[in-house]
């Protein structure tokens, strides 16, 4: 499969104060983000033209900058019109929308209090799938090698760069094995979430989920939280051994890009995807659409 590459694409990227043309977003090779990881993002998706949960993300990403010891130098308001800035400039209704922050170059050592802090944010074309059917068939998932560090290892909670390394390593081993993703448990060797996205269990009509306390809470996590409760669903956010996914009757994962993705096998344990697992698609599906202004 031959994909465009990512620096070869056109349309406008915001790069540190202004839309430059994509091929120009460039940054230099000695930057302390590339060396030491001292970098955050979010991904984000915008559906009609606009960005779900948009402030959330921005706060997300101001709160992980503040957890590497670095400030994003743009308020959680600004940084929503730069995101809208870019999707408009690029014409996009359904996007996928990247903000990152860096350190720069003035400082290449381990510390580097006086580097200058980047911003950029990139958008690209995302449509949105909602092919109900397919979906719920469900991905079949591989279970991770690595687990999520302790939060007194890591600083598990930030959308770090760093912290993808173990996903991308369980990631590319999962497929290689003919699977979709990993399951990843955490250093307590409790169920914790996927490479990319949290995940979600059903027994006996109630939903049961792992306490976000060693990695990434959500912000899909929380709104399917949210609907549930909305349904009337009792959610369950507790400690969950991987021996007790043997008596879970659904499984299904949640995220900015998986949505709400039902999940059919995960190692040795089988999950049919079913009534809740439906419901919560479509109500994710509703719920991530611009509402419509009352006339
Ligand atoms: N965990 C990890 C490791 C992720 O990369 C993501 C995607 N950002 C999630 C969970 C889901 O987070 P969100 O619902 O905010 O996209």
Redesign the pocket.
Known sequence: MSVLPFDKRDGFIWFNGALVAWADAKLHVLSHGLHYASAVFE?ERAYGGRIFKSSEHSERFRASAETLDFTIPYSVAELDAIKHQVVAKNNFENCYVRPIAWRGSEMMAVAAQNSTINVAVAAWDWPSMFDTETKMKGIKLDIAEYRRPDPLTAPCRA?AAGLYMI?TISKHRAERRGYADAMMLDWQGRVA??????IFFVSDGALHTPIADC??D????RTVIDLARRRGVEVIERRIMPEELEGFEECFL????AEVTPVSEIGPYRFTPSAISRALIDDYSAEVQPKKKAA
């Open positions: 991904g959308k996903c979430e996927c490479t990319g996205a949290n990695f990434l959500g912000i899909t996590r949640s995220g900015t890009g």
